[in-house]
C-alpha cells in the first residue's frame, strides 16, 4: 500500500493517511530502513498492514521514491 504521512511525534511514532481509508498507526520500530528520523510529515511511503491489539498497523515502511 502507499500513503503520506500525516503525523510524526519525536517518541517515535507516526500516522499515515491512506485516500479513501482511515489513517493507520506506524512505529518507529515498523521502518524497514530504520530511517524514521529521516521521515517527515507529507512524505510518500509505501507499507504493508498487520493487526495488533489496537486495530490496523503499518509494517515494513519504507520511503516512497516514485512521487
Known sequence: MKGVIKKLD???FGFIKIEGAKDVFFHAN????????????GDM???????????PKAVNVAMDTEM
Do not use: I, L, Q
Open 10 to 12: 519525536e517518541r517515535g
Open 30 to 41: 515498523d521502518c524497514s530502513a530504520r530511517n524514521f528520523k529521516e521521515m517527515k510529515e
Open 45 to 55: 511511503v509505501s507499507f504493508e498492514t498487520e493487526d495488533s491489539d489496537k486495530g
